[in-house]
Structure formats: C-alpha cells, structure tokens
C-alpha cells in the first residue's frame, strides 16, 4: 500500500467518524418527553423488584416504595437546612383513609376507589394476603416485621371489604412505625395467586419481574443491571398525582462518569458519589447537593470483648482516646459528617440517639489508660472493613492504624471483600474492625436492642454481655409500651452512659446521605429508608 | 472438510467437560457465602439458613453438581441472584453487546494498524517506523480504563461532540428490533436512521478505546512478520523479475505474512471480548464482562460458570474458524484433526 493510499484510507476513517459524531438534533417530541421525565444515574440498579423477594438489594426497595402503596406512610416536617424530612412520630393515610388505635388492635378503613394497576380494586383480601406474605415469607421482610411484633398470620384480620385490624400480640410501641416501613406493602393478590405456583405459593418468581401494586409509578421496562423504566399511574388516589411522568433509571457504574453527566445537565439526579465529589460540587454551586446525617446511622470501631486485649474496658478506653476523629471526618468524609465525640466533659446526657461521646483525641490519656491495663509496651492486632466501602473504609483504617501505632500497638489491615462481609461479622471473631449500622425505625431503645443486647445479634458485633445494660434496654422497651415517659428517660440515660463508659464500640461520626441534582428538580424528601421518592420531585 | 471439523469439535468435549468441572469446584471454592449475603444486612443466623434452604445450597457438593448438569443438558445454566434473571437470556442478552463493541474496536483497530506495519516494515527507520513504534508503545502503556476515562473527559465533557456515556443508545431512543442483537444491524434492517446514528455515536468512544489498546500487537506483529517476509528469497526473486514494488508487497509478501497476523487477531479478539470490563463499565455498557465481574464480587455462582462456559465455547470455535482460515489463505496448510 502506497503512502498516499494509507493516508486516503485513514482521512475516510476519520470523516466516517466524524459523520455521527455532529450533536444529536433532537425532536420538539423528544424535547417534551426530557421535560416529563426524570433520569437518575447510579451505581447499582435492582435485582429484584419486590422487597418480599430472596435476597433483594437496596435499589430493589426504591421501586417497591414508589410502586407499591402501604396502608400508612409519614407525615413530612421541615428538617436540617428546610429539607423536608419524615416525621417520626406523625402518620398519614396512605391506602388507609383512616386508622383507628385500640388498646390491643388497630383497625384500617381502606379508600373504596384504590385500584391496581390492572383495575381491579384494592381490597381488604389483598391487605391480608400481602402482610401474611411479609411474615410468612422468611428472611429479611419477616425479620423487618417481627421489629413491630407482627409475627403471625392471625395477626391480620378481615373484618369486611374495606376494613382491616391488626391484633397487637403485645404492646409494642414500633408495632405502628413498622407497618409504615417499606416491607408491608400491599399486592395485588388475584393476579399473583394466578402467577404462583406450589413451589412458589407467594408468587415471588412473578413479582421479581414486574411489579403488581396500586403505587404511583409502575415499571414498564427493566433491563437488570442496565436500566429501569417506571410511568406513572395516572389513576393513582392515594395523594396528589405526582408531577413526574416517567422515571429513567440507568445504571452507571463509573462515579466519574455519573458526576460528568450531571456536569452536563443529562441526568437530573444522582447519589452515591464520593465524598470529595459532594463537597466540591456544593461549593461550585451550579446542582443543589442534599446532605442530610442519616437518622441513628453510625459509623464505628468495633472491638471483639470476649479475647484480650479488647476484653479489658481499660484498653477499649484507650483505644477511644487514640482515634484521629477530627482527621478522619476532615480526610475521609470530607466535612459531610456529624461528629460523634467530643462533647463538653459537663454535659449531661440526652434522651437521645445518636448523641456524641465526650472522648476526644488524647494521646498521653490513651498511653496512660494502656498502661494501667499492663500493655504499656502494646500489642499487635488486626483490623478488618468491608470492601464494598472501601472509598470510606480503608482511608478510615490506615488513618486508625498510624494512630494505633503511636501507642505502640501494631495493626494489619485485613480487607475483607464484600460477599464474606457479612459471613465474617456472623462468626464474631474479627478482634477490632470498622462498620456502619443504621436501622428504618430511629428509637434510641431500638438501636440498642439490636447493637448491645447480651441476646447476641448479628449487629451486636462486639460479643458485648452485660446484664446491666440488657435490664436498662428491656426496662425502656417496656416503658416505651406502657408509656411510662419518666422510666424510659431515665432507661436510655442509662444504657446511653453505660455504652459510653463500657466502649465496646467507639461511636465515629453519623454519616450523611448526600444526593446531588439538577437546580430546575425540586421537592426532595428525606426518608427513614434514604431512597427517593419520585412522588414528590418536580422538574422545571 | 465437514467430516474434519466434526473431528475438530468432538476433540472439543473432553476439554468442555473440564470447564464444567473446574469452574464449578472453583466457584464453590470462592472465600463469600452467597446465602449470607443475599438475605441482607439484618438477617439472623436462621434466616441465612433459610435462603442457603432456598438457593440448595444446603446440599452435598456432589448433588449440587449433579443438578448443575441436569440443568446444563437442558440449557438452563441457572438464574443470577444478583440481577435476578436467567443466566442464559443474560448472556443471550449481552453477548452480541460486547461483541458488537468489540468487532468494531477491532475494525477500526486493524484498518490502521495493517496498514502501519506494512509501511513500516517496507521503510524500516523512517518517520513512519518512528510512528508505528510510539503509537504502539503508547497504546500498550496506556491502560484501556485510563484512555476511555480522557477520550469521555475530552469528546464528552470538554468538547461535547460525543453523546453521553450512557450504554448502548441514548435515554430516549428504543432499542431497534431483535434480530441479530446488533443495534447496528438491527437499526438498518428496521430502516431506523435515528438509531442507527445512535447506536454509532455511543459505540465510536468505546470501540476508539478499545483500538488504541488492541493497535499493538496487531501492528508489531504485521511489522515482524513483513520483515522477515520481504528478507526471504521469492521476494528477492520477485523483485529481480522486475514485478512492481506494490505487487511483491501485496500481493506476494502481504499474502504470505498473514497467517501470525491471523493467529494474533483470534488471540486479540479472544482477549478483548472477556477483557473489555473496564471499558464496559467506563460507558456503562451491558456486556458480558461487567456481568461476570459483578457476579464474582457478589459470589454469584450460576453467571461465572455460564460465562466462564460461553468463552470456552466461543475459544473452540474461533480456533476452529481460524484454522479453516489459515487453509484459505495458505493452501500449503492442511486442517488436520
């Protein structure tokens, strides 16, 4: 081939090229459609879209909350920074027009004109099929259920078409908050009937693909890994008709990437970018960026109280003298945290959760705390974290680690990926690691319950026993029940001060969940479950 | 011929049957608990029992396997925890993803690097030599996630010519319909110009990535081979029978310094299509190489055995074309079983 040829060969290419390359002219009906429609970017897209499902992951639960309705959701308040936020403590009718609370029982009034997507009414059969289902299910639905004491079919009673009464087992203050959680929503029961088989008698296999509810948006298309398409359902009467359309859900694995193409103004709303991204995107001004601490979420060091070192209080004391706190919600988060230590040493504890520690960075304390426990000489130890946060864990440990080393206790990193995580907090081994816990239902009592009580549970991961802290939990569980305000404040100052002076696990920061948008998307809630709820956003 | 291949592909199973195997013991043998990880963040010890009951796990390793085959003879290669479909519609699904993205990178990739080792090759130490060694140099040196993150930066981000990083076609076009699972075929079957332009202008960043990598060893190995062709004798006497430069490079030396290009080609080609996960999840592509990937951090079994399987299939049949290829180009070589 001739020099000349070559080059003909290469300028064709390079015209071919440029061909498709021209910006895209786009149509006035194409225009229109972008104006209507939402397109939100993530990392991780749905594997299943019914949080009933085996093994459902998180992204799974932002469908099932739009796409399904609950009998009841929260009422909104005005939260940090005029974001508004979901109030605790305050219930509104969702398919319930009306609830009434009776002493062992609450009784629902369903709305007569509720109807599934495919039209067919909304009664009180679906309601009781589908909480059976949650209980009945097993894995994380149920588990969720069984936090408000709903444990058994019985429970969920008929009383005619558009009535339904849940009968308390016991009194349970979160026996409420939980039917208001995503797990108990309601399903369109003759058509999954219809889907189901012996094997699969709750039709989940049916209800993994497409979903069958009465909520505002209904998925028309998923492609698993790729994209989800949910339109909305205009017949929706469970509030005001949403503003959105259409909801264009694509995955985009690449962080850069997803900022890039809010940069761009091509996506409207992303999540999950990191930290450093956040904070710079706020103080460029051009996307509202919403950073809001996540309600009882608490990043953490654990220590392992059943082996030594860590059985001794005094080296776990030590140890919460040694964290760098400043520097690692300065280098690792970024500024995007709320501190966890170092309240004034005068302050008097709070009916309250999370609150922060009063220790704070101490290096000659920590030494001498060691010392009196006989390691002045230190020890070596490892530390483990998830992978799957590796962007916040690992920077996280290396900063522990240096610090660690200044007391002389050596420490390896042991990076544990994320499919073992889990299997690794359940064997309660790992002498000293980072992990996070935040729970749907923001109860000081419940927080405690599931991350200090001597009944061992997979988030109590330190091993921690103490009979005095499990009577001070159980005695504000009840107190909570009953309604006994003096008892429970004076049970969770309790256990609060016990945690603190007991560090099994040293309280880090609280975490905030940070979600950045075009400035024409308005209407963001906060939720207990810190997904999106298209419902509300309004673009233009 | 036909007989021989059949050959060819008999000798093919035992070397199947050994995949199945090892890919199932090596999956089964991977640190993660799947059972533990799909029943979620706040599942109890009975509950993690519960989904291993669900998923079989719960079952001998020998039964597992048995069932595994079962399944496999009936083409059913097991459904994905993580995406929560059928391992075999994914693969379906995405396979014609990556290789569209991937024939094309390899397209552009051998229209300029066939053309820079034979020119190099016949001016060894000139300014185009020069070219071929730094282009290749760079391209190998620069790894593939590193050139699509600035080709996005500059065509996307910077510059905007380039339509966002988004897979396969932009957020508001429909996919064309399924024929062959290549949108661009399929776009211009459906007589769909809009997509066609579409579906071109997403896969010109990826595909450019994927050639700046693959651009190497293709052009090296064209160089090599071309030199040590135009240094043999029926050139020297083609050359002295006064037969054009062009003829003796074309058509006698090019002919003749194919077959390792070919052989490098399969191997590039082969490489790229497990290979191109970076890129893939640089423009968010759905192909097969993210999909593995991702299954393997969430140690989801059924989508690596059915894609460690699907490569393995598609390695025997390339080889197989490969070979027949190298008789057409070369009568001298004959296909032997």
């Known amino acids: 081939m001739k020099r000349r040829d070559f080059l003909k060969s290469v300028s064709g290419l390079a015209a071919g090229a440029a061909l498709p390359m021209a910006p895209a002219v786009m149509s006035s009906a194409k225009a229109d459609a972008r104006s209507e429609t939402l397109l939100i970017v993530s990392e991780g897209g749905p594997n299943n879209l019914d949080i009933h499902g085996v093994g459902t992951n998180v992204p799974g639960y932002e469908v099932s909350w739009n796409c399904y309705d609950r009998l009841i959701g929260h009422e909104m308040k005005s939260g940090p920074g005029g974001v508004p936020y979901y109030d605790r403590d305050k219930f509104r009718p969702e398919l319930a027009e009306d609830m009434t609370i009776g002493d062992m029982s609450a009784t629902f009034k369903l709305r007569k004109n509720a109807k599934f997507h495919d039209g067919t009414p909304v009664t009180a059969k679906d309601v009781k099929w589908s909480l059976d289902r949650a209980v009945s299910v097993g894995g994380f639905p149920t588990f969720q259920m069984s936090a408000g004491s709903l444990t058994k079919p019985e429970q969920f009673v008929v009383v005619d078409d558009y009535t339904v009464r849940v009968d308390f087992l016991k009194k349970d203050r ?108 706020k103080s460029n001004g051009k996307h509202t960026v919403i950073s809001l601490p996540i309600s009882n979420g608490i990043q953490y060091i654990g220590m392992n109280v059943t082996k030594p070192p860590f059985d001794n209080p005094k080296v776990r004391q030590a140890l919460a003298y040694a964290m760098p706190y400043q520097k690692i919600i300065d280098a690792v988060m970024f500024g995007l945290a709320n501190p966890m230590f170092g309240a004034p040493a005068d302050k008097a504890t709070e009916v309250a959760w999370p609150q ?63 499919a073992n995580w889990r299997t690794e907090l359940n064997k309660k081994e790992m002498p000293l690691f980072t992990n996070i816990f935040s729970g749907w239902l923001d109860y000081p009592e419940y927080f405690f319950y599931w991350c200090y009580h001597g009944n061992n549970s997979v988030f109590n991961t330190m091993s921690y026993k103490s009979p005095e802290m499990d009577k001070l939990i159980n005695g504000a569980r009840d107190a909570a029940a009953t309604g006994d305000k003096a008892a429970y404040d004076a049970d969770v100052k309790g256990f609060v001060d016990l945690a603190f002076a007991d560090v099994p696990r040293i309280p880090l920061y609280q975490p905030f969940v940070n979600v950045a948008m075009q400035k024409n998307i308005s209407g963001y809630q906060y939720w207990f479950h810190r997904r999106l709820d298209y419902r509300a956003l309004v673009k233009g | 011929m036909i007989a021989l291949i059949a050959k060819r592909l008999a000798f093919a199973i035992p070397s199947l049957i050994g995949v199945v195997i090892v890919t199932f013991l090596l999956t089964r043998a991977l640190p993660g608990d799947p059972a533990a990880y799909f029943a979620g963040p706040a599942a109890t010890k009975e509950a993690v029992e519960q989904i291993r009951k669900k998923l079989g796990f719960d079952k001998p390793l020998v039964e597992q396997f048995f069932r595994y085959t079962v399944d496999l003879a009936h083409g059913d290669l097991g459904s994905s925890l993580t995406t929560g479909q059928p391992v075999a519609t994914e693969i379906r699904n995405r396979l014609p993803a990556s290789a569209e993205l991937t024939l094309l990178g390899l397209l552009v990739s051998v229209a300029i690097a066939l053309p820079l080792g034979v020119l190099a090759a016949t001016r060894p130490g000139s300014w185009i030599d020069h070219t071929c060694r730094v282009v290749t140099t760079a391209g190998v040196s620069l790894p593939v996630f590193f050139t699509g993150l600035v080709l996005v930066y500059v065509f996307y981000f910077r510059l905007g010519w380039s339509p966002a990083p988004l897979g396969r076609l932009d957020v508001f076009y429909s996919a064309p319909n399924n024929v062959t699972g290549f949108y661009l075929i399929d776009a211009l079957i459906a007589g769909d ?145």
């Open chain 1, 356 to 418: 922060p520690t009063k220790y704070f960075t101490d290096m000659e304390k920590a030494k001498a705390l060691l010392a009196e426990a006989g390691y002045a000489q230190g020890f070596e130890t490892t530390i483990s974290f998830d992978l799957n946060f590796a962007q916040v864990n690992e920077p996280l440990c290396v900063l522990v680690q240096e610090s660690l080393a200044q007391l002389g206790i050596k420490t390896t990193i042991n990076k544990v990926p994320g």
């Open chain 2, 193 to 337: 110009g809009e997509a066609f332009r579409s579906a071109l202008s997403q896969l010109i960043l990826p595909a450019a990535t994927l050639a700046i990598f693959s651009l190497a060893p293709i052009a090296r190995m064209t160089r090599a081979s071309m030199l040590s062709v135009l240094s043999s004798e029926f050139v020297r006497t083609a050359r002295a029978s006064g037969l054009s430069p062009s003829t003796v490079t074309v058509t006698y030396a090019f002919r003749n310094a194919m077959l390792p290009v070919i052989t490098t080609l399969s191997m590039v080609f082969s490489f790229l299509l497990g290979a191109n996960v970076l890129v893939e999840k640089v423009f968010a592509w759905p192909g097969i190489g993210s999909y593995a990937v991702e299954a393997l951090i969430a140690s989801d079994f059924a989508p690596v055995q059915g894609f460690v399987l699907t490569m393995a299939v598609m390695y025997v049949v390339l080889n197989l074309v490969i070979d027949i290829l190298y008789g057409v180009i070369d009568p001298r070589v004959r296909l032997e079983g």
């Open chain 1, 174 to 281: 979160l026996t409420i908050p939980d039917l208001a959680v995503i797990v108990p929503c309601v399903v369109n029961s003759e058509l999954v009937k219809k889907n189901a088989s012996e094997k699969d008698p709750w039709g989940l296999e049916y209800t993994k693909q497409q979903t069958a509810g009465s909520g505002a948006y209904k998925v028309t298309k998923w492609t698993a890994g790729t994209e989800v398409i949910m339109e909305r359902n205009d017949d929706w009467v469970c509030g005001p008709l949403p503003k959105i359309k259409r909801v264009i859900w694509r995955m985009v694995p690449q962080a850069g990437n997803r900022r890039a193409l809010l940069e761009r103004g091509d996506a409207d709303i992303s999540y999950e970018l990191p930290n450093k991204d956040f904070q710079e995107m």
